[in-house]
């Protein structure tokens, strides 16, 4: 298995120890006001200012725009509660040990060889 660099979005700066404990490479979006430790898509060439049109999209832009990605191996986009799984098995999570052991964290064998990997899609009536 190969490791994966994990950025995990959000808008608010009190998400900051969790993500960290993650692992996960904290990024800060939106108006608040985040600290040094955060990677934020308000610095360099960037389109913050349409973050309440677009999201997370932003930070996808600012990485693109200032060619910061660095990382030879997969990487990987989240949020502060919506995470990429192991498996698709249901289990309780009832600590945050329980949440860090089911989170991928590294490539799977069996998707190695795509460029890309896309969530399933769900329909919200």
């Known amino acids: 298995m190969n490791k994966i660099e994990m950025y ?7 998400h900051l ?15 608040s006001t985040f600290s040094e430790e955060w990677l934020t898509d308000k610095t360099k060439n960037n ?23 660095n990382f030879k191996g997969w990487i990987g986009f989240c949020q502060y509660r919506k995470f990429w799984k192991k498996d698709f098995e249901n289990k309780k999570i009832l ?17 190695i060889n795509y460029e890309s990997i896309i969530g399933e899609e769900i329909f919200v009536n």
């Not at 997370?56 to 990605?69: G, P, Q, S, V």
């Not at 600590?95 to 998707?111: A, G, Q, T």
């Open 17 to 31: 120890k969790m993500i960290e404990g993650l692992n996960f490479s904290p990024v800060g979006l939106g108006n």
């Open 47 to 69: 389109i913050n200012h349409k973050n309440n049109y677009y999201g997370e999209y932003t930070f996808h832009y600012w990485l693109w725009k200032n060619n910061y990605i």
């Open 8 to 14: 995990c979005l959000t808008l608010n700066p009190v």
């Open 95 to 111: 600590s945050f040990s329980d949440l860090n052991r089911i989170l991928l964290k590294e490539v799977p064998n069996n998707l």
